[in-house]
């Protein structure tokens, strides 16, 4: 597709500084829960309230969200603080209620945007309303997935897109609740370079210590907005209780958070371009070495084919990882980091290794 000719995701009356914040309960509770956290919010200056009217729950029997129920309670919060709501739609229902309801913006959930029927019937749903909606990322790490929901609401005529990072299910055990693959998002903005990209740091992390540290690196990655769970009593909400901030701890960590600029208007940009040059040549080099690599080994392989042996040997590949891994500790560069770098490496050997072996 084209560039998308996106309109900017921003509101009257709400300031176009970055970063747009976004916050409420997971759920929505009782009027009262939902005023009063709004109130505390608000009094923060915060200007988009969310609260989960819907709520897509993994295993049944927990709280589903009190469903259209709730939506009088939301414009409650209109009322009492003059905010805006978001909310998340997730079929064809819910999107004609929380419009009629005067829901300011929808959001598709990450469960739904891994499902293009369900995103294909929201986005027809969608079409001649002049709507703001938020694309969170689908579950599985599938950069593709996620911009083909944000294409399908594109095409029914959704202009005014954002793109929610809320990170990515992952089977292992990792320190947070979904792991944030920050190299998607990045790569999302590389494709769709004028969508504004919003942090879910909640969803990410799924506890409270982390958010901060979520938070201020998608801002150091020049994220436009974060959407952020708040919750007057969260020990005791129904849903997420973990990861929710009171408002006022939400307001600490807003005010702790160090917002740095995109482009640098004094003479500091040139040595960043200086230095970006420097970067340029040594990827060439990498580059270069790569190829190189990839001849010897190419070698190997056509004497390997010659002497009949194996493509792979476990124990020379044990030696290569176990050897540069210990150089990179001496040059304090990360394990993992080698580690994946010295697997993509070997795993590239193997293949033009393989072409050798099968050629004739
Ligand atoms: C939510 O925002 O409360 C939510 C359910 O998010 P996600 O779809 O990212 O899990
Ligand atoms: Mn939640």
């Given at each position: 597709m084209e560039t998308m000719n996106l309109q900017p995701f921003t509101f009257e009356g709400i300031s176009n500084e970055r970063p747009l914040v976004i916050a409420g309960p997971c759920s929505a509770e009782?009027?009262?829960?939902?005023?009063?956290?709004a109130q505390q919010l608000a009094a923060l200056g915060i200007k988009i309230f969310r609260a989960g009217i819907w709520k897509p729950r993994t295993r049944p029997g927990s709280f589903e969200g009190y469903g259209s129920l709730a939506l009088p309670w939301m414009q409650s919060v209109k009322e009492a603080t003059g905010m805006l709501t978001a909310t998340e739609v997730a079929n064809v229902k819910h999107v004609y209620e929380a419009l009629k309801a005067g829901i300011d913006i929808l959001w598709?959930?990450?469960?739904?945007?891994?499902?293009?029927?369900?995103?294909?019937?929201?986005?027809?749903?969608?079409?001649?309303v002049d709507v703001p909606v938020l694309v969170k990322n689908p579950v599985n790490p599938d950069l593709e997935l996620w911009i083909g929901a944000i294409e399908r609401l594109y095409m029914a005529g959704v202009t005014r897109l954002a793109a929610g990072h809320r990170g990515f299910s992952t089977y292992e055990k990792i320190a947070y609740?979904?792991?944030?693959?920050?190299?998607?998002?990045?790569?999302?903005?590389?494709?769709?370079?004028?969508?504004?990209?919003?942090?879910?740091?909640?969803?990410?992390?799924?506890?409270?210590?982390?958010?901060?540290?979520i938070t201020q690196k998608a801002m150091d990655l020049n994220y436009d907005g974060i959407i952020i769970e708040?919750?007057?009593?969260?020990?005791?909400?129904?849903?997420?209780?973990?990861?929710?901030?009171?408002?006022?701890?939400?307001?600490?960590?807003?005010?702790?958070?160090?917002?740095?600029?995109?482009?640098?208007?004094?003479?500091?940009?040139?040595?960043?371009?200086?230095?970006?040059?420097?970067?340029?040549?040594?990827?060439?080099?990498?580059?270069?070495?790569?190829?190189?690599?990839?001849?010897?080994?190419?070698?190997?392989?056509?004497?390997?084919?010659?002497?009949?042996?194996?493509?792979?040997?476990?124990?020379?590949w044990h030696q290569i990882i176990t050897q540069r891994m210990k150089e990179a500790r001496e040059k304090g560069l990360s394990e993992h980091f080698i580690e994946n770098i010295f697997r993509a490496i070997h795993e590239e050997s193997i293949n033009h290794q393989t072409r050798i072996m099968n050629e004739n």
């Open positions: 009782s009027e009262a829960q939902m005023v009063q956290t598709i959930g990450a469960r739904t945007s891994a499902n293009p029927f369900a995103v294909q019937e929201i986005a027809d749903a969608l079409r001649g609740r979904n792991d944030p693959n920050w190299q998607i998002p990045i790569e999302l903005r590389r494709r769709i370079p004028n969508i504004p990209l919003i942090v879910d740091p909640s969803h990410i992390c799924g506890k409270r210590d982390t958010l901060f540290e708040a919750h007057i009593d969260p020990d005791h909400a129904m849903s997420d209780a973990k990861q929710q901030l009171r408002p006022d701890q939400l307001g600490e960590l807003l005010k702790k958070l160090v917002i740095r600029k995109e482009y640098i208007e004094n003479g500091s940009l040139v040595t960043i371009e200086e230095l970006r040059s420097q970067i340029d040549k040594i990827d060439d080099k990498i580059v270069d070495l790569l190829e190189k690599r990839m001849h010897i080994a190419e070698e190997i392989g056509k004497i390997k084919k010659e002497n009949n042996i194996a493509v792979l040997q476990t124990k020379r």
